[in-house]
């Protein structure tokens, strides 16, 4: 079993505050973080009807078996109960009384706001980080993990991707889409999902979302909603502060697992990956996760964007951390061209301010640099995030 990254946050987090709450997408190894974690704890599924119908019906008596607090996983399946440990930390004013787990954002982020503010800390645990997974793998090939994805499981019992995925959509997916909204097309849904990994990496367009699939874009926005708060996609939102050119206003898409984008795509092997027109989209994907797992797992939430203007000059990636801003571009390819550096040139060309030199992460091997910006292969990294920002994890 890895020891995961974000261990040392979480054990200093239940040492400073009464709850300690960890985010995250189904499978991501939240249960087996907090079991690990603190082993000594009891611990509470409220998966289980049972457990669940009985700390509906009787919230104090559920509570009075609990003097010392214990594990409340996935919480977000009965939210009413963060009002009555909001009183149970007030009287005792204990550190880490309570530890939290859930997988939708929204509710259980209402409900955190307005039961638990202070009184909890917010930690995020996604898939496996490159560092993580190595401890499974020492030299991983990018389009083997790509296709592979990060989920703990996968790793940890050597499933064939391929089965995981279809058991993870059908499972985990589907269940969790329909408990956040009322769903009555399963089969457009599922076209839909496989329409967005077509679109990773590229700017969110309902209006051809909606061309294609035959659907309201109103429907389309909500279904989206729900992928981004079950964790499996995220939006990027464009850099427009102080630059006096026209630049472009809509998100881009990314998914949370590029082995769950590749699915979709119908991508199942490597040498697919490699030859697939999205390799460089996917390629992206993988990179630009990895460095949020980074600040993730030092408790960081990460002030992220990217820069596209009307011209089609672009930067995958700015970073802002410490009131500077980081630019990065990320390329699939495995050969260094002066035009990987085009898109950092018109950026520092207008010159925001606190922009620092630009870094190049690429599929090569040589480590080097170029007009003042760094160019390196993320996955000789040990942690991206780190290398881009100088914050130590």
């Not at 995981?164 to 956040?180: A, C, H, K």
């Not at 209006?207 to 990027?236: P, Q």
Request: glycine share 6%.
């Amino acid at each position: 079993m890895v020891e995961r990254d974000l261990t040392p946050e979480l054990l200093t987090a239940a040492q400073k505050y009464p709850v300690a709450t960890v985010l995250g997408p189904r499978q991501s190894g939240k249960t087996t973080l907090v079991r690990t974690c603190f082993p000594d704890k009891t611990y509470v599924s409220l998966e289980d009807p049972d457990v669940r119908m009985a700390a509906e019906e009787d919230p104090r008596g559920f509570f009075s078996q609990l003097p010392d607090g214990a594990i409340l996983d996935e919480v977000q399946r009965l939210p009413i109960l963060l009002s009555y440990i909001q009183g149970i930390v007030d009287e005792k004013r204990r550190a880490g009384l309570f530890i939290l787990t859930g997988s939708h954002q929204p509710g259980l982020h209402q409900a955190i706001s307005q039961s638990l503010a202070g009184r909890t800390a917010l930690l995020t645990l996604w898939p496996l980080s490159l560092s993580e997974l190595r401890s499974y793998r020492k030299d991983w090939a990018p389009y083997d993990l790509i296709v592979r994805g990060s989920f703990p499981r996968l790793h940890e019992e050597d499933i064939e991707p391929r089965r995981f995925y279809n058991d993870y959509v059908q499972t985990y997916v589907e269940r969790d889409v329909r408990s956040l909204i009322q769903l009555r097309d399963l089969a457009q849904f599922q076209k839909f999902l496989t329409l967005l990994a077509g679109r990773t990496g590229q700017l969110v367009n309902f209006n051809s979302l909606s061309n294609d699939l035959g659907t309201s874009g109103t429907t389309l926005r909500n279904w989206l909603t729900a992928l981004k708060a079950s964790y499996l996609v995220l939006e990027i939102p464009p850099f427009h502060e102080n630059i006096k050119k026209r630049v472009v206003k809509s998100p881009k898409l990314y998914f949370t697992d590029t082995g769950l984008a590749a699915f979709l795509l119908g991508i199942h092997d490597a040498r697919q990956a490699s030859r697939d027109p999205l390799r460089g989209s996917l390629y992206e994907n993988m990179v630009i996760v990895d460095v949020l797992k980074g600040a993730f797992n030092k408790g960081i939430r990460p002030e992220i964007y990217f820069f596209r203007d009307s011209h089609g000059n672009e930067v995958d990636l700015i970073i802002r951390e410490k009131g500077n801003l980081i630019p990065v571009e990320i390329k699939s390819a495995s050969t260094f061209s002066r035009d990987f550096i085009k898109g950092l040139s018109t950026l520092q060309a207008l010159a925001p301010d606190r922009l620092m030199p630009g870094t190049v992460l690429y599929n090569g091997e040589k480590t080097f640099q170029i007009h003042g910006n760094r160019v390196f292969n993320p996955l000789a990294s040990d942690n991206i995030w780190r290398d881009l920002t100088g914050v130590e994890v």
